[in-house]
């Protein structure tokens, strides 16, 4: 019997083409064999562009913006090999969840998706662009409880990308189906409907979950920042396990702010 144990080196280089860019590595091999295998982590590269300003992708609110850069399987902590590369497509993507004025998502069963409040919401281009690839092939279940799991190449659901310059594409994921209004190739501008709030795809419930990337693939890219002109924060959910039990906590100033991100777990309206 061969006694094999496993020997690895790690290894983090800076290197700096155009921009300056961090390196992961991991070598490691058995200690019964020769050949040693190298796996190439992901790539973070820092960017000088200025950050891209959205208009509102939802109209009104009260919106709860859902992200948490602590959750293990936050979007920030999730990452897809696509050609032998890992990314984070999402790693600034925001799931937004419409409220009612009492902190419920749902009026009635819940497991019903028609009865949660923001399934059907017209979903608006947040600038002008180029439609740059679409999916709408995607069915939906009347319940929760009858939702297919898919895997995480199907993560994304009926979706729509714009592609608004300088290397810069946002995705609409998780759309209803049959209500996609655009094609690709075609132009929108600002405020126009692309879509409506579906269940489709990777998913626990109605969202819409949007982000910005690099290129025009929703999980062969990275993840970018990205600001609004404008909003309304009515609260947020300090503790998140009361989310949809209970009303969110209120700020103690209501004024509209803008050319920001929303805090984790924000509640907000967006203005005109």
Sequence with gaps: MVNRSFIMSCNSLISIKNHLSLFHSIEYRLSDKHHTDVIEGVEFTSHKAETVVF??????????????????????????????KARFPGRFAIDFIRLDMNGMYAEGDENYIEN?????????????????????????????????????????????????????????????????????????????????IGFTGQTTGPHLHLHLANRNSPLGAEGLPFVFEQFAPVGSYKKFENFG????????????????????????????
């Design 245 to 272: 039990k209970k009303k969110w906590t209120s700020t103690v100033i209501n004024d509209t702010v803008y050319n920001e991100r929303p805090a984790p777990n924000t509640v907000l309206i967006f203005n005109q």
């Design 55 to 84: 208009g509102r992708p939802l109209a009104g609110g009260p919106w709860a913006a859902i992200y948490e850069p602590a959750w293990t399987r936050g979007h920030r902590r999730v990452f897809y090999t696509r050609n032998g």
């Design 116 to 196: 949660w409040h923001g399934y059907g919401t017209p979903v608006l281009a947040v600038t002008d662009g180029i439609v740059a690839s679409v999916r709408n092939d995607f069915h939906e279940s009347n319940t929760l409880d009858q939702h297919p799991k898919y895997s995480a190449g199907q993560a994304t659901g009926n979706y729509v990308s714009l592609d608004i310059g300088n290397g810069n594409f946002v995705f609409y994921e998780h759309l209803k189906p049959n209500s996609i209004k655009v094609e690709p190739g075609e132009k929108v501008s600002k405020g126009d409907v692309i879509g409506a």
